[in-house]
């Protein structure tokens, strides 16, 4: 049995410093905020080359507070990829502002810069590309329209921890980054976690005063803010985690070259890396048409895999009431039906991968 990731390898592997860290939060007596959230803090930005980082309690809080610091609310619309996970979407709708989908690029799954100067109108505020899959999106061609005509930039992180665009981090390309440590991300906290980063310190500022009611002194409160704050115990073991994010993304880049190799002449459609990328490879996603009946064949040889994501959120009931046309956003309806991503991890090892390879060969080729 080839699992699709195994979540307990990391912490079996760092099992002795992840249990002094906890024990390190459990005698200090400091539960919320306070000398373990500063010091990830400060370590996280460092190592995304951005000048602040501001813990927050999980992605999605990420991405609506960092909306929220650059203004975006009601009557106001933000640019999201058409293929994104639905946190991408939720985060503008709550702020009450529209998320106006655009499709990708065909061979990057990334957000796709000639479509986007059609998509702007006078009430665009954002433009937010998502690192899908942790490939980085076309940050210098999305960078200059978004200069052109006025519009912050947020990235959607979530999947691309330690991914590099022309080589510098993703973590201060755009306006401000929001970052998910949901267990299965590159990065991942024991439970629900997320930061922002950004180069702006009047962003990180503000995100700091939602985050905690909207206060910055204790009881005196200066808008009506959020409770949102990552716990210093999850901050304490992403310290321990961060240390080994380079050696598990290299390991993980290192599979996907394995998988590139060893599925690059059968029927499969694999990922593409631009010359300027360096992705974190948070999944490998291929396509075929015959999407569902591959997945079953991997099952039943005992190779886990699963879809980002079978529904695509203009599909979705949660935005049923935007009435998008049936034939709205094809690309991103297509992918829906025919992407599967397969095993990747840290912990997985060459032997597993060429296991996937045989049997995806077996599953996809006549015998
Ligand atoms: C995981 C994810 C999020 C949401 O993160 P949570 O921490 O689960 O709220 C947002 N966007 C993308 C692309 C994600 O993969």
Aim: aromatic share 8%.
């Amino acid at each position: 049995m080839i699992p699709f990731l195994d979540l307990k390898a990391p912490h079996v592997e760092l099992r002795e410093e992840i249990a002094e860290a906890i024990e390190r939060v459990v005698s200090s007596g400091w539960y919320i905020m306070g000398p373990e959230l500063d010091a990830f803090e400060a370590e996280y930005a460092a190592y995304c080359e951005a000048a602040h980082c501001v813990g927050l309690a999980n992605g999605l809080d990420a991405l609506h507070l960092a909306l929220l610091a650059m203004d975006v609310g009601p009557g106001d619309e933000v640019i999201v990829p058409s293929n994104t996970y639905i946190a991408t979407w939720l985060a503008v709708s709550q702020c009450g502002a529209t998320p106006v989908p655009v499709e990708p690029l065909e061979a990057t799954y990334n957000l796709d810069p000639a479509l986007i100067e059609a998509a702007i109108t006078p009430r665009t505020k954002v433009i937010l590309p998502v690192h899908l899959y942790g490939q980085p999106a076309d940050m210098d061609s999305v960078l200059a329209i978004a200069r052109k005509h006025g519009l912050r930039v947020l990235e959607d992180g979530a999947q691309a921890h330690g991914a590099r665009y022309k080589g510098r981090r993703i973590g201060a390309h755009g306006d401000v980054v929001a970052w998910s440590f949901y267990p299965g991300k590159n990065l991942g906290a024991l439970g629900d976690g997320g930061a922002i980063t950004t180069a702006d310190p009047d962003i990180a500022d503000r995100i700091r005063v939602l985050r905690n009611y909207g206060s910055r002194v204790k009881y005196v409160n200066e808008v009506q803010g959020y409770n949102s704050r990552l716990d210093p115990i999850h901050a304490a073991v992403l310290r321990v985690k961060l240390k080994h994010l380079d050696a598990w993304n290299a390991r993980r880049s290192a599979l996907a070259r394995q998988y590139l190799d060893g599925l690059k002449d059968s029927r499969l459609i694999l990922p593409q890396v631009p010359k300027w990328a360096e992705p974190a490879w948070h999944l490998f996603v291929v396509r075929h048409p015959q999407r569902d009946a591959l997945q079953q064949r991997l099952a039943d040889t005992g190779v886990g895999s699963l879809i980002h994501y079978p529904i695509p959120p203009h599909k979705q009931d949660a935005y049923a009431a935007t009435n998008f046309a049936d034939e709205a956003f094809p690309l991103a309806t297509r992918m829906a039906d025919e992407v599967l991503s397969l095993p990747i991890g840290p912990h997985q090892t060459t032997e597993q991968a060429e296991a996937v390879i045989a049997a995806i060969r077996g599953a996809v080729e006549p015998a």
